[in-house]
């Protein structure tokens, strides 16, 4: 949520801490807690909203607690819960929006509830409701922004609604919009996220797009520009699932390799504190793998590493001296090489994505997956 958090243990328990003034964490007081505690059991999905929580039980019931100001717990009250309270039935999905949720029915029925100055409920006015509103039938996901909905079809088709003013929405406009539109026509789709301000999409052939604010970097295209239509985010392949934290995006690939990109002054890329990420950079367990001996290049800000008797610049792509190691570079990403005195026609084995490539003199160049289809890419400059 905006400033606590929620834990799913494996036996169905939920723990909370952080900030409580609205009782978001459930436990029936309103103290702040800086260490989890215990607050449902029996529970087979969490959702942390701005100031709220949502459980789903193993029973379909949805349970929530917290802020209730425009009656997002669902609960058809306006009154803040400090003990989880029942919302609705028959659920297997939810998303918690900063003020306002969706929730799935088993039957395939979407329904939202709370906030709605943005049009956010699809309900096509701005009236907040405190009663669950049908918004759409035959849906397989959906991902609740700050204040904009994002619906994804049986049939792969994705609608969006609510605030479109840094362009969320991905319609090509900033006009929001208080009833659903397609957005992407043509163009399947197999997973949704929200951001705050921003979206995430993953098209079925693996690849990710996003639209919206970028101001940190959070769509990984690259640009630091916001984005009204849905631009492909770097290097990333084979994604399965997708998440959009307030700023900053998250991705995880088939391989098992997870990413992140975007603005990361409290380390919430999980690669140390290192200055924001405009495109997608490799993690590892939380942390960014890499030899001793790492250095920036101060001219264009690109990591090259150094020693061993051996060298890698990002910025021009080149090998001089080269024996074999392993190295990591934020444009292209972990991979091996070896080799004496490599300037162009090296082949490295791009290790953690499990890729052959072919650098040429100018730090472009191609590489094979592994299943024989060929792409590109560039190490020496956007």
């Not at 998303?95 to 929730?103: K, R």
């Not at 700023?247 to 290192?274: K, M, P, R």
């Amino acid at each position: 949520g905006d400033n606590h958090s929620l834990f799913l243990k494996t036996d169905g328990s939920v723990w909370a801490c952080g900030l409580n003034d609205r009782g978001q964490l459930g436990d029936g007081t309103d103290t702040t807690r800086i260490s989890p505690v215990q607050v449902m059991t029996d529970v087979t999905a969490i959702a942390a909203g701005g100031d709220h929580s949502l459980f789903l039980k193993s029973d379909g019931t949805v349970w929530a607690s917290g802020d209730n100001q425009y009656g997002q717990l669902g609960d058809r009250t306006t009154e803040d819960r400090f003990t989880p309270v029942p919302a609705l039935i028959d659920i297997q999905a939810m998303s918690a929006g900063g003020l306002h949720n969706l929730f799935l029915k088993k039957n395939g029925i979407l329904w939202s509830v709370g906030s709605n100055f943005f049009g956010q409920l699809g309900n096509g006015n701005n009236t907040s409701s405190v009663n669950p509103y049908k918004l759409m039938t035959d849906v397989a996901g959906m991902a609740a922004g700050y204040y904009h909905t994002l619906i994804l079809k049986k049939d792969g088709t994705v609608w969006a609604c609510g605030n479109n003013l840094n362009g969320q929405l991905g319609d090509g406009g900033t006009e929001s919009k208080a009833s659903p539109v397609q957005i992407m026509s043509g163009v399947g789709i197999s997973a949704v996220a929200a951001g705050w301000y921003h979206s995430l999409f993953i098209r079925e052939d693996g690849r990710v797009v996003a639209t919206g604010d970028n101001e940190f970097g959070q769509l990984g295209d690259g640009t630091w520009r916001m984005q009204t239509n849905p631009k492909q985010v770097w290097y990333v392949r084979d994604a399965f699932a997708i998440a959009g934290g307030s700023t900053f995006s998250l991705y995880l690939t088939e391989d098992g390799s997870a990413w992140s990109v975007g603005q990361n002054d409290t380390g919430q890329l999980g690669i140390g504190i290192q200055p924001d990420k405009g495109r997608p950079v490799f993690v590892r367990d939380g942390i960014m793998t890499r030899p001793e001996g790492w250095v920036r290049d101060p001219q264009h800000g690109y990591e090259y590493y150094m020693g061993n008797g051996w060298s890698f610049n990002a910025t021009m792509g080149f090998i001089h001296e080269a024996a074999s190691g392993w190295l990591y570079n934020e444009k292209v990403g972990y991979f091996y090489f070896s080799g004496t005195d490599i300037q162009q026609g090296a082949w490295i084995y791009l290790g953690e994505t499990k890729r052959w490539a072919w650098l040429t003199e100018s730090g472009s160049g191609w590489f094979y997956y592994l299943n024989g289809t060929r792409d590109s890419f560039r190490t020496s400059g956007p």
